[in-house]
């Protein structure tokens, strides 16, 4: 039964992950917000993958909570704004789980899968260096999940493409600001902002970047303001109603060449 429940939830599979350190803040914000406790879960505690990730990951808490204040910064401007999601429970599954990483849950419970498979065939491939990078990736596309608001008026993950779009295009934006997408090739060339995921995500960095430092924190944010939340109507109340999206995807896209 349990699988099949991870199975349902487990609708956002990351795609490919890596991410470099963000250099230390010497006044973190962040550091004394509550995070909550992260119960470690194994249930195939022979799987060479859990294995190797107990192995190479001293302080699984210490290392999700690290990443966790990393996504809070880059969602919200500070520990004091008003719709953070307030969480008393993180589950971490070292699972046997066909797919990388997934995140499921809800209210003030939130569970994310890390795959025992992808963790094995990623250290036979890179070493024990480049999988703690990885999962630095993956968590920053996971908590995001864990952290961010949700739109309203439009139906929810199942259901709405747009949903989906809002969803996983910050989550690849917070990765993408973090430094989990380091190569030239990461950054998907061509295609829409409707694309979702790194096409979505990179085009947020850039806004961040080039129009707004602040613009996925407001882009977040707009989920509570808007209802029905369009992605027009993010960008709107982001940048400005002198902005709209298509306009800025056009000069992104020739701002990248492609
Ligand atoms: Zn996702």
Redo the contacts with the bound molecule.
Sequence with gaps: MKRLVYLLLSI???SSWSCTSKPQQEADPWASFQLPPVELKQPYPDEAGAKLYLSIVEDPEAFIHEQSRRVLDLLYFSPNDEFIPKLNHLEYVLDNYDGIS??YGGGDMKGIILSNQYVESYHKEHGAEALIEENKGVLC??L??AFQLEPKGIGDYGSSELFRVC??GV??GVRVLSGGFPKESDRPKGGHYMNS?RYTGFFFAWLVNNKDKDFLRKFNLSTQHLDPWTFDGAIKYALGDAYNADDLWAEYLQAMGD
């Design positions: 956002c599979i990351v997934a995140c596309h996971e995001t999940h969803i996983e989550a690849d995921y």
